[in-house]
């Protein structure tokens, strides 16, 4: 059973554009909701993080989008950039030093 | 600060091998994972420890053992490896009442 569901798989986007990804979730005792990214050949890196008493929260062109009664959040990327293509990866895990749950990632490609 | 490091980079085992990959944090996190990550399938967690002496089981741990002796160290052993294992080991640490995790480098582990 796949607790967090992350959509596409792979997104390509004109430089400029906006990416959004998507995820969902099912354990309504998940209590923080972190975005990472990943280049080639790296370890994941936090990018922003959201919990669920906030519908949104926005980190330069990084923007996370919540829907508690929908069980869902999205990754926007606002003027994406060729130096945003990377693997993205929503995460999901209850308060404290808890286990993160992963989706399976989404690998975004910035064209020029 | 070095952060989370991981030794080896690369690996190649034999079938039935026995290895241990390294981790280590200079940060005194109390909270130590290890992920494996495979193409398609996201991070996926093998073992997590939420302080020194204490252990437990992810989605994913048969195979692998691990101990936590010191804060600082968090060992990954495959007792027999087997072609299944190839993949991407990831390890993270996180300080305690604190979400944000930290990722290592990664050891890419091929088992023929």
């Known amino acids: 059973q796949q607790q967090v569901k992350q959509s596409p798989q792979s997104l390509i986007v004109q430089k400029g554009g906006i990416s959004i990804i998507n995820c969902a979730y099912e354990?309504?005792?998940?209590?923080?909701f972190p975005w990472y990214q990943q280049f080639p050949g790296k370890g994941p890196a936090l990018l922003i993080a959201?919990?669920?008493?906030?519908s949104e929260k926005k980190e330069g062109r990084f923007t996370i989008s919540f829907n508690k009664s929908a069980k869902q959040f999205s990754l926007h990327i606002m003027d994406s950039q060729p130096g945003d293509s990377a693997t993205y990866f929503c995460a999901a895990s209850m308060r404290g030093n808890t286990p993160l749950v992963f989706g399976k990632g989404t690998r975004l490609s910035v064209i020029a | 600060n070095a952060g989370v490091t991981q030794t080896p980079k690369f690996q190649v085992l034999k079938t039935g091998q026995s290895m241990t990959l390294q981790c280590a944090q200079d940060?005194?996190?109390?909270?130590m994972s290890w992920y494996r990550q495979d193409p398609g399938m996201g991070l996926r967690l093998i073992h997590y420890s939420v302080g020194a002496g204490i252990t437990d089981q992810g989605e994913v741990p048969n195979g692998y053992n691990v101990s936590r002796s010191t804060t600082e160290d968090f060992p990954l052993r495959l007792l027999s490896a087997a072609p299944s294992q190839t993949s991407v080991y990831f390890c993270?640490?996180?300080?305690?009442?604190?979400?944000?995790?930290?990722f290592g480098p990664g050891t890419r582990l091929t088992v023929l």
């Open positions: 993270a640490s996180s300080r305690s009442g604190s979400d944000t995790q930290y």
């Open positions: 354990n309504t005792a998940f209590d923080y």
């Open positions: 959201i919990r669920p008493d906030v």
């Open positions: 940060m005194n996190h109390e909270y």
